[in-house]
């Protein structure tokens, strides 16, 4: 009881802003005096909360028997086999869908290979590197053809970033909140360290002419996509991955050669790159028309708007999990954005009244995902977890509202509004928009499962 006293006095110490939400560093000046976090759990395993629990053995079975033998390739335990992507796909054109990274049951900032999300247009090439080729023509002084053994014999560059599908939470379109999981809503949303050869190496080979505007990347898939973009991306960071997280790139990600285009929407990632053409002006391609142009309430269209905006995402609690129990709980999330490195993250535990500033975990790394943590004393009232996201260039990560009025309805993609988590007197998580969001009284609009 006198622990429990002290506890709380702390807790009240510590508090710096409303409805329970403790300083960032909390539980580096504390220590363990507080004791374990209380832990979460998932709305389907609930039940089993609330059972007695078995205590094991002083020795366990595992302990009396040999384990499993060496294997070739690790795979994730038995017992995480929740953990997975989340596919959605088209019924007429099953190659044709995306596949959702599970962000809300993952922490630290790198996505496994396993878990990057995907988004295919007409499935998923089966390439021999030994036959596979990338040209660059065009406006250049010489046209190349590079073999994957040749590419492998370039110097490398190596860089962790994002790379998110520019419709990523489209459904915060809609005029109901989605009630997916965090990572089935926003999952759209992937992080690894890539490795390839620097894309201003090759052209530089090629050499660029006076008229060189743009580049138009190809891939080899069976929709030969099509993407277009400037040629100062192109020189200034752009590159040839043929590693992510250390290990050759994966079919579904690209094998065996992805163009990465640090910060900027991913659609211009393009995978299975196999040409690069030089030319004056944009290809003008199905993703660059019908797709990625965006109707403003002024009668004017959002083209070409490359850089993704800055955006954070409260990944736990979220919806669909139960606080079992009034108590500390630790807010976690990531932030992002294309123009540079996050400098802070807010976080609302009363809806917006009142913000505090998040703890970031080191090393925030540019156009990268940033993790951030928040202790928070959850008293077992309704409360609303909220983040804000601020990227270096001052850019504040808008309300949903803020967006829509900006934006419009008929718009589809690029959407980076904050997330509102609603925790109920039960524990119980939910989606919900701002208070102050009139979006009810508007018309729907209708939201595919997901675009690059």
């Not at 005096?33 to 389907?44: D, R, W, Y």
């Not at 965006?294 to 919806?319: H, N, V, W």
Request: hydrophobic share 35%; charged share 25%.
């Amino acid at each position: 009881m006198a622990k429990d006293r002290i506890n709380d006095q702390c807790l009240e110490e510590d508090q710096v802003a409303g409805n329970g939400l403790l300083d960032r560093r909390l539980f580096l000046k504390k220590g363990l005096q507080f004791g374990a976090i209380s832990t979460l759990a998932s709305s389907t395993a609930l039940a089993s909360t609330n059972s007695e629990t078995k205590f094991e053995p002083a020795h366990p079975p595992w302990m009396h028997k040999p384990g499993k033998p060496f294997s070739i390739y690790g795979k994730p335990s038995e017992f995480e086999d929740d953990v997975v992507r989340f596919p959605t796909q088209n019924e007429m054109v099953p190659g044709n869908g995306v596949s959702w990274t599970p962000l809300h049951l993952m922490e630290g900032t790198i996505t496994p290979n396993g878990l990057h999300y995907e988004r295919h247009h007409n499935g998923v090439p089966q390439i021999d590197p030994k036959k596979h080729r990338l040209l660059i023509h065009g406006l250049v002084k010489k046209d190349l053809t590079f073999s994957i053994d040749d590419l492998l014999r370039y110097p490398m560059q190596s860089k962790i970033c994002f790379i998110e599908c520019g419709g990523n939470s489209n459904a915060g379109w809609n005029k109901q909140p989605s009630q997916a999981e965090a990572g089935y809503f926003n999952g759209l949303a992937s992080c690894s360290e890539w490795t390839g050869v620097p894309l201003s190496v090759l052209l530089d080979e090629v050499g660029l002419r006076k008229k060189a505007k743009w580049l138009v990347a190809e891939g080899a898939d069976a929709f030969a996509m099509q993407m277009s973009i400037p040629i100062e991306k192109a020189l200034d960071d752009a590159f040839l991955a043929l590693y992510q997280n250390g290990e050759r790139i994966r079919p579904e990600n690209g094998y065996p050669l992805r163009l990465i285009v640090p910060g900027w929407e991913g659609v211009l990632n393009v995978k299975w790159l196999r040409r690069l053409k030089i030319t004056n002006r944009p290809v003008m391609a199905r993703n660059e028309t019908s797709r990625y142009t965006e109707l403003q309430p002024s009668g004017k269209a959002r083209m070409f708007t490359f850089p993704i905006e800055a955006k954070s995402l409260i990944t736990s609690p979220s919806a669909h999990m139960v606080l079992k129990e009034p108590s500390l709980y630790q807010i976690t999330g990531l932030a992002w954005t294309g123009r540079g490195k996050i400098s802070k993250v807010q976080v609302s535990a009363d809806g917006g009244d009142t913000w505090a500033e998040a703890e970031l975990q080191e090393p925030v790394l540019d156009r990268s995902f940033t993790r951030f943590r928040m202790p928070w004393h959850w008293n077992g009232k309704p409360a609303v977890l909220k983040s804000r996201a601020i990227d270096e260039t001052g850019y504040v990560q808008p309300e949903r509202t803020e967006l829509v009025k900006q934006r419009g309805r008929k718009g589809f993609f690029h959407y980076n509004a904050i997330t509102n988590w609603h925790i109920d007197s039960d524990g119980f998580v939910s989606h919900v928009y701002d208070k102050k969001d009139n979006e009810t009284t508007d018309s729907d609009i209708s939201i595919d499962s997901g675009w690059d």
